[in-house]
């Protein structure tokens, strides 16, 4: 499974849109990159799933370099209701019965 | 809300009793994952089942955890002989069909004293 790295924290202001990147050296051609919220004493919930290029839906945007070594969540115009905590993953599509693997995340603080 | 719920949502108990813990899923989700969760980590997974059978075990899930889901729907997970080092939220996920994505419970918070 490749491995992510992605910042510890990050603090941001209503109405800024905040851009978290993760790293994924080691990720293999059939892996995807997803992103999962998590809200205190919540399960972490679905947000995007990409594979390259760009992905966009009606909470995010998901860029992907040519290269996919990385990728970077955006979102737009945040709110006190984004606090939460960011996780990347990287999986292989091909294989859907897999668990997920979760790093640490990122925890976002929106200040107002 | 995910349509996945859990019971109960907290719970404490004495170091040395048993507790056991429940996962209701989507109904037409046939694989089941549980996950468990201490303070600053992301989720790590337990156990996945697929209908009835328990397909696959972490080494995390020790001697004195089990799980079934006895009728491919509801699945419990049970701690005996609970440890101070069992304190985390234990978390239910199940995904639609084939897919990747989960859909988890609200987890339950298991405080060992």
């Known amino acids: 499974l490749a491995k992510t790295t992605q910042p510890i924290s990050m603090d941001s202001y209503e109405g800024q849109e905040v851009n978290i990147t993760c790293s994924h050296n080691?990720?293999?051609?059939?892996?995807?990159i997803t992103w999962y919220q998590q809200f205190p004493s919540q399960g972490p919930r679905f947000i995007i799933q990409?594979?390259?290029t760009k992905v966009t839906n009606e909470v995010a945007s998901l860029f992907i370099p040519a290269d996919r070594k990385s990728s970077t969540l955006s979102l737009p115009r945040v709110s006190l209701s984004d606090t939460a905590v960011y996780y990347c993953?990287?999986?292989?599509?091909?294989?859907?019965?897999?668990?997920?693997?979760f790093g640490s995340g990122t925890r976002l603080q929106v200040q107002p | 809300d995910t349509g996945v719920s859990q019971d109960p949502r907290h719970k404490i108990t004495k170091r040395g009793q048993n507790v056991t813990f429940r996962c209701d899923p989507i109904?037409?989700?046939?694989?089941l994952y549980w996950y468990r969760q201490t303070l600053g980590q992301g989720p790590e997974f337990l156990t996945y089942?697929?209908?009835?059978?328990?397909?696959?075990k972490s080494r995390l899930l020790s001697d004195r955890f089990s799980a079934e889901r006895p009728k491919g729907s509801f699945s419990t997970l049970e701690i005996q002989r609970t440890e101070q080092g069992d304190s985390a939220m234990y978390l239910c996920?199940?995904?639609?069909?084939?897919?990747?994505?989960?859909?988890f419970g609200p987890g339950t918070r298991l405080t060992v004293l």
């Open positions: 990409g594979y390259k």
């Open positions: 996920a199940t995904p639609p069909g084939e897919t990747d994505t989960q859909y």
């Open positions: 080691n990720i293999a051609t059939n892996d995807y």
């Open positions: 089942f697929q209908n009835e059978a328990q397909l696959e």
């Open positions: 109904s037409e989700h046939n694989r």
């Open positions: 993953l990287v999986g292989d599509m091909d294989t859907g019965r897999r668990a997920l693997t």
